[in-house]
Every structure is written in structure tokens, then in C-alpha cells.
T-cell receptor
């Protein structure tokens, strides 16, 4: 079945460091891909998305490019801030068949940014 | 505009009891989704309701059930609680058939089974 694998954390960085969180997926069709962020004590927020190959999603300085050839959707940010400390989830959705309504999530990567 | 709201925030139940969790979607959203976020397991899809009907179900036993009311709010019921049901239960909502692009999540209900 469809699945998402993301790098395990926790990831600890200093402020202004470069961030990469790896995400790869397995899917039978042509999924849409997402990054969600969960700040402490809050629900999930959609950070960015890409719906087809070579699309780049971007928001709040974060970017991720849908790479069909490597089945990847790595999250990057050039300069992290303390306020970026959160848990980041990679997810996919299949628009057809029995997976409708179902976002498939990775297990999450906890990011801590130190001043 | 109010976001997705869930109640209660925390719930403590004894093994074997029933738990009822509630979710109010964003105004205008007709679809409600339930997810379980258990420690070490990530988020797992439970149920999808739209226009009062169950549209899809994840790989959970029948003791996990729910319903959607005419105002599109939803309840998740968990019967015969087991210790491993302890988790954060997240509700999300979207416009119909927009689940893969515009799902908004609530803050969750933390269920603890003792």
C-alpha cells in the first residue's frame, strides 16, 4: 500500500542554519504531496503542497519539490528560526479508489532550533 | 472565523468504557475526517464523513464508529476501550471533495485509557 517515510528526529539546529528533512513515498498512482507542521500544543497546519511532478511548494521560507523520478519531497529552509521549532509531517493523498479522504502521513520529525 | 474545534481537550476513561469525542468543522465545510495520533505510530486515518454519510474508513476495528449531524459536526465513539486506544485524536474538515488540498485540523482530544 501507499506509504511515506521521513527521516527520524529529533533534529537540533542552531538559528540561521540550513534545514533539510527528507521524505520519500510509495504510491500506486499520482499522489499529491504535503508538508504539515504541528507546533507544541496545537493541531496540524498545512505548510505547503505540490500536486504534480516538478511542482515546488513554498511557504514561510520553506520549500519542497515533487520529484517523481526519486519519489521524494524533501523539505528545505535556508535559515531556520527558533520559532520554527515544531514537528513536521510529510503526507500524501491518492485522489482515486479506496484511499479517498485519507491523508497518509509519515511519522513526523521533531525540529528544535537553538538561539 | 473559527477554526475546527474539538471537545473535550482531555478525556480520561477506564478500560472497557466508552468514549465520545466531538468535532465542529469550519463553517461551510461539509467533510469531517478523524485521525488517531498514537505515540510512535504517527497519524492514522480513522473515518471520513461527508453530508452525513460515512465515505471511507481506515483499518480500525468496528468499535471505532462515528456519525455526522445535519449541521456537519461529528462525533467519534470508541467502545470497549483498550489501553492502546490512548492517543491524540485529531479532527479535520474541508469543503466536499477538497480533502487532498484544503484539510484544516483541530487541536485534538487527548484520550487516556487507564
Amino acid at each position: 500500500g501507499d506509504s511515506v517515510t521521513q527521516m527520524e528526529g529529533p533534529v537540533t539546529l542552531s538559528e540561521e542554519a540550513f534545514l533539510t528533512i527528507n521524505c520519500t513515498y510509495t504510491a500506486t498512482g499520482y499522489p499529491s504531496l504535503f508538508w504539515y507542521v504541528q507546533y507544541p500544543g496545537e493541531g496540524l497546519q498545512l505548510l505547503l503542497k505540490a500536486t504534480k511532478a516538478d511542482d515546488k511548494g513554498s511557504n514561510k521560507g520553506f520549500e519542497a519539490t515533487y520529484r517523481k523520478e526519486t519519489t521524494s519531497f524533501h523539505l528545505e529552509k535556508g535559515s531556520v528560526q527558533v520559532s520554527d521549532s515544531a514537528v513536521y509531517f510529510c503526507a500524501l493523498s491518492e485522489p482515486d479508489g479506496g484511499s479517498q479522504g485519507n491523508l497518509i502521513f509519515g511519522k513526523g520529525t521533531k525540529l528544535s532550533v537553538k538561539p | 472565523e473559527a477554526g475546527v474545534t474539538q471537545s473535550p481537550t482531555h478525556l480520561i476513561k477506564t478500560r472497557g468504557q466508552q468514549a465520545t469525542l466531538r468535532c465542529s468543522p469550519i463553517s461551510g465545510h461539509t467533510s469531517v475526517y478523524w485521525y488517531q495520533q498514537a505515540l510512535g505510530l504517527g497519524l492514522q486515518f480513522l473515518l471520513w464523513y461527508d453530508e452525513g454519510e460515512e465515505r471511507n474508513r481506515g483499518n480500525f476495528p468496528p468499535r471505532f464508529s462515528g456519525r455526522q449531524f445535519p449541521n456537519y459536526s461529528s462525533e467519534l465513539n470508541v467502545n470497549a476501550l483498550e489501553l492502546e486506544d490512548s492517543a491524540l485524536y485529531l479532527c479535520a474538515s474541508s469543503f466536499r471533495d477538497r480533502w487532498n488540498t484544503e484539510a484544516f485540523f483541530g487541536q485534538g482530544t487527548r484520550l487516556t485509557v487507564v
